[in-house]
C-alpha cells in the first residue's frame, strides 16, 4: 500500500535526521541539498546507470542522497534499481499525490524519485499550483544532502532548465564522434545561460585510460578555446560486461559486481566530481525555484 510506503519513508527520515550531526539535521540547515545534474548529448551513453551508481557511491560515504528521474520521456531509473513503483512525478504535478507518496527506497539507502511523461505541464501551472509544486519539491532537499538529477538527453528547452540550475553538471560522453560532437553542442548552449553551475565532463565506454584521455583532453581544449569555459575532467568508466551483465540483471553495478573494473572507475569518477562539496549547501532560493523562474522568464 502507497500508505505503507508513505509512512515508512517519513520514519526513515525521522531517524535519518536523528542520527545526523547538528549541523546537517533540517532545522540547522541555511541551504537546500545541494544538486547535480547529469546529462548528455545523445541517448544510449549509459547516463542513467552512471546517475544510479554515483547515488549509491555517495550514499556508501554516509551522505543522504535522492536520484530524480528527470529524464520525463523515457524514465528508467526504476527499471534499472528493479524498483516496484505505482506513483510518480506526475501525481505531484496534478496534485494528486504529494512527494513523499511517491518518493521510493533504492538501494543502499538512495531515494529515488520515479519520473513519467508530463513535464510540458510545468509551464502551464498557475502560480498557486507552482507554489505548491515547489514547496512539495523542496521537501526533497530537506531530506538529502545530494541532489542527483538525471536528465534526458539533448538539448530541450527543459533540459537546459534543469541544467542550468544545477549547482554542478556532469556531462556524460563516449568515444563515438556523434556523442562528443552532441554533448559539446550541450556545453555551449548551457554557457549561454546566466549562472550556469560547475561543468564536468565524464567519458564513458571506453577502452583503457588512453582513449579516455584523448578524448578529454581534446573536448576539454576546444570548450577552453573556443567558448573560454573550464571543463572539469572527472574520469572515465572502462566498457565492463560486468555493467551490461548488471543491467540485463535489472541490479545496480556496484551491488552486482562490486569488485568489478567498472565499479572502480565509478569510485574514480566520484573522487572527480569533488565528493567533499557535498557537504556544502546550496545557496540562494533553491533548485526547484530557481528552475521554475526560468518558465517566466522564458515568456518575457
Not at 117 to 145: C, N, P
Not at 207 to 214: C, F, L, Y
Not at 266 to 288: C, H, M, N, Y
Amino acid at each position: 500500500m502507497i500508505t505503507d510506503q508513505a509512512a515508512k519513508l517519513r520514519a526513515m527520515v525521522a531517524e535519518m535526521e536523528r542520527k545526523a550531526p547538528p549541523s546537517r539535521s533540517v532545522g540547522h540547515r541555511t541551504g537546500c541539498a545541494r544538486t547535480l545534474a547529469i546529462t548528455s548529448g545523445k541517448g544510449g551513453v549509459g547516463k542513467t546507470n552512471l546517475s544510479l551508481n554515483l547515488a549509491i557511491a555517495v550514499s556508501r560515504l554516509g551522505h543522504r542522497v535522492v536520484l530524480l528521474d528527470a529524464d520525463f520521456g523515457l524514465a528508467n531509473v526504476d527499471v534499472l534499481a528493479n524498483l516496484r513503483t505505482r506513483y510518480n512525478i506526475s501525481h505531484v504535478i496534478d496534485g494528486s499525490r504529494n512527494i513523499i507518496d511517491i518518493v521510493t527506497e533504492g538501494p543502499e539507502g538512495v531515494l529515488v524519485v520515479p519520473g513519467a511523461s508530463g513535464l510540458s505541464e510545468l509551464a502551464d501551472l498557475g502560480e498557486d499550483q507552482r507554489e505548491r509544486l515547489i514547496a512539495q519539491l523542496d521537501y526533497l532537499g530537506t531530506m538529502a544532502d545530494l541532489l542527483i538529477i538525471d536528465t534526458a538527453a539533448g538539448i530541450s528547452q527543459n533540459v537546459l532548465r534543469f541544467l542550468a540550475a544545477a549547482d554542478e553538471v556532469a556531462v556524460i560522453v563516449t568515444p563515438e564522434p556523434t556523442s562528443i560532437i552532441d554533448s559539446y553542442a550541450t556545453v555551449k548552449v548551457l554557457t549561454r545561460e546566466a549562472d550556469y553551475g560547475y561543468i564536468h565532463l565524464v567519458v564513458n565506454m571506453v577502452s583503457g585510460r588512453k582513449e579516455a584521455d584523448a578524448v578529454a583532453g581534446h573536448f576539454t581544449r576546444v570548450a577552453r578555446d573556443f567558448l573560454r569555459v573550464p571543463v572539469n575532467y572527472a574520469g572515465y568508466v572502462l566498457r565492463d560486461p560486468a555493467l551490461e551483465d548488471a543491467v540485463r540483471r535489472r541490479t545496480p553495478l556496484l551491488l552486482q559486481y562490486p569488485k568489478s573494473q567498472a565499479a572502480a572507475c565509478v569510485a574514480q569518477v566520484l573522487r572527480g566530481l569533488g565528493v567533499r562539496r557535498i557537504s556544502e549547501r546550496s545557496k540562494g532560493d533553491g533548485f526547484f525555484r530557481k528552475f521554475f523562474s526560468m518558465f517566466s522568464r522564458s515568456r518575457q
